[in-house]
C-alpha cells in the first residue's frame, strides 16, 4: 500500500486565491513527521512546512499552512493568497521513527498553476 | 542560496561511460541521500548515509555506485548505465539529530544533476 497519496495530479488557482493541496498517509508508527517541498522547474526540492505526530495545533510558514487531520491521517496544505512564482510541483512526504530519522517517503506530487 | 550543491547540474552520457555526481552539503548534518527523479514517477530514495556509513540501499542496481568520503561529501559512480537512468538525481542532507522531541530532521535538497544516458 501506498504511505503517502497525492490524488490531485495537476492544480489549477487564481492568483491571490487560496489553494488546498491534498495529502494522505499511512503508518503504523505513532512517531512521525510529515513534510511539504516545493519543486519548481528548476528541479530543486524547497522544505516548506513541517508538522510532527505530536503537534498539537497546526503548522504555519507564512502563506503556507498544514491542515493536520490526525484521525483521518491527512495533511493537507493550503496556500494563502496565491502568487504566480507559487506555480510548481508540490510534494507531501513521511518520515518515520523517532525524531523522524527514518526512511522519507514521497508522493507522486501534485502539479500547481497559478493563473494571472 | 542552498547549503546543498551538486555538480554537474546537467550530464549527458553514452552507455559505456563512467562518470561520476557530486554532492557536498556545508550544513555540518550527519546524514546525506541520494534520490532519482524520473518523469511521471514518484520520488525514488536510492541510497541513504548517515555518520559516512550506508544505512539504506533500496535495491539499486550495481551499476550506481555510492561514496562518502566524509560526512560532506556524496558521490554516486556511474558506470554502464542504461537509457530508462535518465531522470534527475537528487542528493539531500539532514542533520539526524537524536535529542529533543521538537527536532524533525528536515532534509535539505540540491539542485539535482539532470542525467541524459543515450
Known amino acids: 500500500a501506498q504511505k503517502i497519496t497525492q490524488t490531485q495530479p495537476g492544480m489549477f488557482v487564481q492568483e491571490k486565491e487560496a489553494v488546498t493541496l491534498d495529502c494522505t498517509y499511512d503508518t503504523s508508527d505513532p512517531s512521525y513527521g510529515l513534510f511539504w517541498y516545493k519543486q519548481p522547474s528548476s528541479g530543486e526540492m524547497i522544505f516548506l512546512i513541517y508538522?510532527?505526530?505530536?503537534?498539537?495545533q497546526n503548522a504555519t510558514e507564512g502563506r503556507y499552512s498544514l491542515n493536520f487531520q490526525k484521525a483521518r491521517k491527512s495533511a493537507n496544505l493550503v496556500i494563502s493568497a496565491s502568487q504566480l512564482g507559487d506555480s510548481a510541483m508540490y510534494f507531501c512526504?513521511?518520515?518515520?521513527?523517532?525524531?523522524?530519522?527514518?526512511?522519507?517517503?514521497f508522493g507522486d506530487g501534485t502539479t500547481l498553476t497559478v493563473k494571472p | 542560496e542552498t547549503g546543498v550543491t551538486q555538480t554537474p547540474r546537467h550530464l549527458v552520457m553514452g552507455m559505456t561511460n563512467k562518470k561520476s555526481l557530486k554532492c557536498e552539503q556545508h550544513?555540518?548534518?550527519?546524514?546525506m541521500y541520494w534520490y532519482k527523479q524520473s518523469a511521471k514517477k514518484p520520488l525514488e530514495l536510492m541510497f541513504v548515509?548517515?555518520?559516512?556509513?550506508?544505512?539504506e540501499n533500496n535495491s539499486v542496481p550495481s551499476r550506481f555506485s555510492p561514496e562518502c568520503p566524509n560526512s560532506s561529501h556524496l558521490f554516486l559512480h556511474l558506470h554502464t548505465l542504461q537509457p530508462e537512468d535518465s531522470a534527475l538525481y537528487l542528493c539531500?542532507?539532514?542533520?539526524?539529530?537524536?535529542?529533543?522531541?521538537?527536532?524533525?530532521?528536515?532534509?535539505?535538497f540540491g539542485p539535482g544533476t539532470r542525467l541524459t544516458v543515450l
Open positions: 508538522q510532527g505526530s505530536y503537534d498539537q
Open positions: 512526504a513521511m518520515r518515520e521513527g523517532r525524531n523522524n530519522a527514518g526512511k522519507s517517503t
Open positions: 539531500a542532507s539532514s542533520p539526524e539529530a537524536t535529542t529533543g522531541s521538537s527536532s524533525y530532521n528536515e532534509q535539505f
Open positions: 550544513l555540518g548534518h550527519n546524514a
Open positions: 548515509y548517515s555518520l559516512e556509513e550506508r544505512v
